[in-house]
Each structure stands twice: as C-alpha cells, then as structure tokens.
C-alpha cells in the first residue's frame, strides 16, 4: 500500500510540475520565451544527433518495449493482488511523460507565432487575394508537375524514401542564412514502421520529442512525401503549430534544388489553397481547376483515391484525439489549423508581388 501511495504522489508532484510550466509559459511569456525555444532547440538537436544515426523509428520500439513491459508488470500485479499498485505505476508513468514531453518541445505551442519570429505581417485576406495567390500557386504546381518523372499511367515515380530522407533538410540549410530558425534540421527523417496504421489514422507524419525523430508515413501519397518530411522536420525546429509547420515546409520545399520537393510544395499550395477558395466561392474555385494541368488535376485525384480507402471510424477517433490534443496547446482550431496556412501563403505571394 506504501508503494502505492507513493507512486501515486510522485504522479501528483509531476503534474503539479507540468501545470506550472503551463503557467509560466501562459502568463510569462516574455520571460519564458526568451530562452526556452534555443534551450528546447539545443537540446532535442542533441538528441536527434544520436538518434539519427539509427536508420529506424527508435520511439518505436521503445513504445512497443513499454507496452509489453506494462503488461507483464499487469499480470504480475494481478497475481499478487496488487492491481491498484499497477494503476498508480501507469498514473506516475503517464504523468512523467506529459512532464517530460512539456518540457522538451511542448511549451513552444504557447510561444510566439512563426509570423513574428520571421517578422511576416500575416492578416485575414480578401477573397480576391485568395483567388490571386491560388491562381499563382496553381501555376506553379502545373508548371513543376511536368519537370517530375513518371511511369507510362502519369503516376510520378520519386526518388526511393532513403534518398528523399537525407535531402530533405537541403530546403531550410538553403535559406537558413536568411532564417536562423532553421539552422539546425536533424539529420534524416525516418520511416514510420508502422505506416498502415497510421494511414488508417488519417496521419501522414509524426514528431516524437522524446527521441527528437521527425518520423513520415511511408504508405502516403508519393507526392506529399517531400513536403511532409519538411514538415516534420520544422516541428523539430521548434516550431509546434501546424500552420506554422506547413509554411516552414512550403519555405523549405521552395528553396529546394530538386524538382521533386519543388513540385510537392507547390502543389501542397495548390491544395490548401484550393480548399480555401472552394469554401469560399465553388464557383472560383471550379474556375480555377480549369488553370490546371492535367498532370497536376490527375495527382490531384490519385491522392483522393489513395486516401478514401482508409477512411473509417479508426480515422474518425484518431482525428478526435488529434483535435483534442491540439486545442489543448493552445490552437484553438484544432485539426483545422493545418489548412490555416493559407494565410501564410497569401502572404508570401503578396511578397513576392512587392519585391517585383
């Protein structure tokens, strides 16, 4: 019973830890964002240096080595008649790694946006701004859709995950003289292996702070390859909103030197974009299909083929939780913030209009 109760303590004091970082973060911000975003930064760099000399998802394994650990640990707390010690030990466990996960990478949810550390005036747009820069973006994507190679049936045939894993950091080291932020990308982006399950979860890519892996599910449509490998490697920036996110990897893949990247960052703004407007106005959006290629417009139904097969109640939950959690750090959209960034978007093509 002793153990128990100081397991169950240990929970507390890790919880009550957690909350205050919280509240320093929340109500201190200019103080605390002073130096925890380069202290976060420093530290998870110095992790992925180690562990991305594995050419796996540690994490991985390391989850799965818990859960079974856990569950040996439960059939020995049964036979002993000392389940309530297996709850406390789960409560101290999960508490530790919400503290731990805070602590390393969380907080930055709270911290300043991407548009103010890269001084980006970043407002709500007019619908013709939006038609604009959706037109631009379309363009774009139509223009690099044929410089990518392809099979006899238009599939695009990219280079194999290995490669595209150790390019992908090439976008931000190509603008990072202009951007600091981006200094200091890990080193590859891993494979998921356990991509299926994430596809029926409706995720493409996940950042595991604790082991500083930007990890991509490889069962995704081959074109959203390269611009969520960026993705994720932002994420291990520091940059934890998912509109934030999206804009790091649609800098990164601009900035890119191959075409594949090139092609999967603006066609990634060619569908947010899209959406955007169709919301909007069908109409313009319809309209603007038209302006398509016909190897962008295909890529474009391929992908939703390609994703429709796993759509199903495991998606539905798992986008739950994903809006759950994300509404928990602060973004008050919650799923809907990865298409956010089509405020960033407009922005930047405004930009671009401006220096022209």
Known sequence: MFRTIRKLISAGIFVVLTGLLI??????P?????????????????????????????????????????????ITCIKGRHFLCWLATLAELVAFLVFLFVALWGLNHFGPSLAEQLDMNVTEYSQSE????????????????????????????????????????????????????????????????????????????????????????ADSFGVDLPFTMCHELAHGMTVAAEEDANYCAFLACENHSSPEFRYSGYYSAFVYCYNALYRA?????TALWGMASDELAKDCGRANRHYEQYDGSVQEAAQKVNDAYLKAFSEEEGVQSYGAVVDYLIAHYESLKKAN
């Not at 509240?23 to 201190?28: C, D, I, M, R, S």
């Not at 981006?182 to 994430?198: C, D, I, M, Y």
């Not at 106005?281 to 959006?285: E, K, N, R, V």
């Open 23 to 28: 509240a320093l973060a929340v109500f201190a």
């Open 30 to 74: 200019n103080f605390w964002f002073s130096f925890y975003p380069g202290v976060s930064a420093k530290v998870l760099h110095a992790i992925s240096s180690v562990t991305g000399l594995l050419p796996f998802s540690l994490w991985e394994i390391l989850l799965g080595l818990l859960i079974a650990g856990m569950v040996a640990y439960l």
């Open 130 to 217: 939006l038609e604009q820069a959706a037109a631009y973006y379309t363009q774009m994507a139509s223009q690099y859709s044929t410089q990518v190679s392809r099979d006899s049936d238009g599939n695009v045939i990219l280079s194999d995950f290995s490669t595209l894993s150790s390019q992908a950091r090439e976008g931000y080291l190509a603008i990072s003289d202009t951007y600091p932020l981006f200094s200091e990308p890990a080193p590859r982006v891993k494979r998921l292996l356990t991509g299926k399950g994430f596809s029926y979860m409706g995720l493409t890519g996940i950042y595991i702070a604790f082991t500083a892996e930007p990890c991509v599910n």
């Open 281 to 285: 106005d069908p109409s313009a959006a």
